[in-house]
């Protein structure tokens, strides 16, 4: 039998030194290739579980490696692709001790839905032929027989809503550009992927490019466009280079250029590198921004279904949703309405990072409960402590408290709940995260990523931010949560763009859930998390302390002395970093009222 | 035509009219501040906001860029609208806090003061006014597009300092108005245009019998010829003349035409 070995090559795993693992497989069955009939070794894109990557997995076994050092190729060679053996000390563990074998028994990928990341990890994104075997462009080759409004209904059929941000329908999106008789229209891919922790489109465009470039072809089939682009944020370099060399060699095949497969149809992708902020993701600025112009927001009373780029019909859509295409149009619609809830179907991306055991990049049915996409597939907390909070769609959604961890995920209660699907990225925040200093956090990011063009959204975030500060710093003052509440009412209202309507997100859902900790922080000076260092100081308990003195070894300031012997006590050189509380697994260190206020 | 209702009043208009136009010709007052008639619009100060009914949902748009497209009824003074205009002027008075104009709308509207320290700046609120009028009448209109096509091309998405005579610089909670670098301009022609439309009067001109001050530099006056009229300063006439393709004449209108009226007599030989 032949095997493949597939080598995670996506972005973290590369981090973890996987192309020298890649290296040194290649290198083990060329030596062990006499009395083999293996095998080759496939970089592929992220297979999601970054945190213990490099992730390598042996096929048709469906044997999966963990945390894979260059010197256990040879006996990966030797023992699975020869022998047939698994090798334990590589394997996945269980919470309960057991070793898991294949990737499905794991929890983390046992309750995931791969439609989007069909691919990623799986084929050698730099191959189109690899595309190919794996049914790619088969979709293509479909809806070039199909009429454009049969293409559009299967859209429309699905139900699937656009992934990037504010979950518009994406069928009736491509209606209205096909019912329009002007032309030029233009097709665009918007990979400005720009929240901080956030790399689900990177890793798509990264770990299986043709798939976009299928979804873009069949859209631009769908509503008569013979020209597309692809916006690609500025610091994903290897997802540039992969979008490119895609490109070429879908031209080579004749799936783009003069004529498609042989048709009289045309269609031209280029790739336009962004310039690198954040309001860009924004489509009349990413639009704007393409033209050549200032990468700013404009005012949307016309649809840019209408009037998008260059004034012409234009349909954006992100990543992730033209990755959905192929498989809709191949499936058909119904099949893809099937999976997810009614009004948000088939599955979504999510990156999830934060205070979660094993972070990464995972693909689940649209409807899945919060605690299960954290405690299941997440495998929970480190160290044990308490979930406290969860940030779903970038710098500018709202955080979830506990008490609403088992609402479904999804486009509608998210925004019900005060923050958003946006495009996939989920912060896990535990105990020892102060929610007004979250919100201050992210209001200090926003300032410098708005365009400064409304009034709103550039006054409101500096004024917001300015009170947060007060209230982190002990200056918080009576009035000053109503004040927060009316400055983002405002916002929401009134900014130009999503940007600005966002903003307040964060801090407007910390108040509607942690209102006392804010109050807290304002009536007591005091900061329940013990994170704003203005407000705590941190003191030794010495009936749990064990004296073994770890916390000795992080403080940055040795602040942590211990006297004649005894227990460690804290000096007044402490400088209120919380690392000793972090470090200690006794729970002895703890956050009490204090500090500089 | 289409028939909408603006605070309950019946008014009639075209289809893509804006709002705005559409309420002042009907004697509804809308307060605005970074709307110019003459200017494309931008949509930046917000104060402009009314509420849209529109097939039973409502809302908040700004007036001076909204198209009216269909049958709606509008609102401008709901509770909510002014809720949000004092808050608008509110914020804007602290980004401008020695503004007049800015602290009489305040008080006319009832706009609360905020516990929030002031920028430390003037009376400028941003509103892009002086960058558009520069754009389209004064000497940005073409240093600045030729500039920006090609920064952009360099993959930059925002204007530098230096992209034109005056631009919008920085972006977020720092932005301003400013000359490249802060330093007089090489291409202002001292027209005045960016100063004449500034709602706030944040731009200073000073002038003598024979020059003006503007943006930290001097330009000299030119007269006519003829008559010594004031023509608008020296480089005004000339980069005028160029954009028109031909030498200066210094000469105002009404002698240019009468020489070409001499000259025409003289041509006929009436002289
Ligand atoms: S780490 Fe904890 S148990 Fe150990 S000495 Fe420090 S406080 Fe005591
Ligand atoms: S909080 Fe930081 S500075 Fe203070 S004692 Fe602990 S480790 Fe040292
Ligand atoms: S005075 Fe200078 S900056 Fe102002 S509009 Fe005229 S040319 Fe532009
Ligand atoms: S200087 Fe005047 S016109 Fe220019 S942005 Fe400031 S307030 Fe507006
Ligand atoms: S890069 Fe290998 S799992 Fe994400
Ligand atoms: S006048 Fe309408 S937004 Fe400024």
Redesign the pocket.
Known sequence: MTRTILVCCGTGCRANGSMDVSLALTAAVAAAAADANVCCVTETGCSGLCELGPLVRIMPDDIMYYRVRPFDAHEIIQKTVLAGEPIERLLFKDSSGNHVLHQADNPFYGHQKKIALRNVGIIDSRSIDEYIAHGGYSALARALEMTSDEIIREVEESGIRGRGGAGFPTGRKWRSAAVLESSPKYVICNGDEGDPGAFMDGSIMDGDPHSVLEGMMIGALAIGAEEGFLYIRDEYIQAVKSMKKAIRAAEKRGLLGESILGTNRKLYFSVVRGGGAFVCGESTALMSSIEGNVGEPRAKYIHSVEKGLWGCPTVINNVETWTNIPFIINAGGKKFAEIGTEGSTGTKVFALVGKVKYTGLVEVPMGITLRKLIFEIGGGIPNNRKFKAVQTGGPSGGCIPASLLDIPVDFDTLKEYGTMMGSGGMIVMDDHSCMVEFARYYVNFLCGESCGKCTPCREGLRHMQSILTNICSGYGREGDIELLEMIGSTMIDCSLCALGSSAPNPVLTTIRYFRDEYEAHIREHRCPAGVCKALTAFSVNHATCKGCMACNAVCPTRAIVRLNGGFPIITKSCDGCGSCRDVCRFNAIEAVKGGRV | MIQITIDGIPCTCKKGEKL?AVARRNNIFIP????HDGLP????????VVEVTESGRTKVV????YPVRGEIEVVTNSERILAHRKMILALLRKRAPKSDVIAHMCEAFGAPDLPVASFDGGKCIL?GLCVRACDLIGAGSVATRTLLKKLAGQGCAYPVAGAGVIAMVNRGTTKSVSTPYDEPSEICIGCGGCANVCPTGEITVTETDDGRTIWGKEFKFAFCKECGELLGTDKEVRYAAQRGGRDPDFLCPACRQKRSADAMADAFGRR
């Not at chain 2, 605005?32 to 709307?35: D, F, G």
């Not at chain 2, 619009?41 to 402009?48: E, I, K, T, V």
């Open positions: 705005l605005t501040l970074c709307h619009g931008m949509g930046s100060c917000r104060l402009c700004v007036s001076c860029l509103c």
